[in-house]
T-cell receptor, first 113, second 117 residues
């Protein structure tokens, strides 16, 4: 079963705007990761945040993690048409050995030029 | 490194036929994962290997599915006999083994789109 639940399921914005996607999960985690999937392609790792971190930045990406609420958000600033893709959160659960990731259902982001 | 290599990219087969999907992980990665992606169920973990040993195959839907990893550079996922409901995109991913304090992420292949008619 999918542990992560992304919200919204779909997001449509104009180029230059910011895009925020949320992820909720159920069990305690070691870390949470975000992946991107372009149509017809495999998933690509974007950013990883540890359970003891609250915020992380990478270029135009900003990820927050609230372990008390079991939720994370991914912010893409100054979006571009090339950011159009599906975005997935994935969790590596505590007590789960060997780095098995469980993925959410994903958010489909469309950035209009 | 060429990344995770999957073959074939597309496979169309008739119901009842045997299908074999192949994966070459990144050299040095000790963990290998097979996922299935459909619109209805999203990404499902089917099975994963550590150091060529199957660790968890609880996601394998039925006995019709089997996976092997005979060596560190090759894995197969076999469906026999195939059914139309097996139609999906099958992804292989690899990663280094997790070690205390060492963070890991997956590298995915481009997937095999399977259509069973």
């Amino acid at each position: 079963s999918q542990q992560g639940e992304e919200d919204p399921q779909a997001l449509s914005i104009q180029e230059g705007e910011n895009a925020t996607m949320n992820c909720s999960y159920k069990t305690s985690i070691n870390n949470l990761q975000w992946y991107r999937q372009n149509s017809g392609r495999g998933l690509v790792h974007l950013i990883l945040i540890r359970s003891n971190e609250r915020e992380k930045h990478s270029g135009r990406l900003r990820v927050t993690l609230d372990t008390s609420k079991k939720s994370s958000s991914l912010l893409i600033t100054a979006s571009r048409a090339a950011d159009t893709a599906s975005y997935f959160c994935a969790t590596d659960g505590r007590g789960t050995s060997y780095g098995k990731l469980t993925f959410g259902q994903g958010t489909i982001l469309t950035v209009h030029p | 490194d060429a990344g995770v290599i999957q073959s074939p990219r597309h496979e169309v087969t008739e119901m009842g036929q045997e299908v074999t999907l192949r994966c070459k992980p990144i050299s040095g990665h000790n963990s290998l994962f097979w996922y299935r992606q459909t619109m209805m169920r999203g990404l499902e973990l089917l099975i994963y290997f550590n150091n060529n040993v199957p660790i968890d195959d609880s996601g394998m839907p039925e006995d019709r599915f089997s996976a092997k990893m005979p060596n560190a550079s090759f894995s197969t996922l076999k469906i026999q006999p195939s059914e139309p409901r097996d139609s999906a995109v099958y992804f292989c991913a690899s990663s280094p083994l997790p070690i205390m304090g060492v963070l890991i992420f997956y590298t995915f292949g481009s997937g095999t789109r399977l259509t069973v008619v």
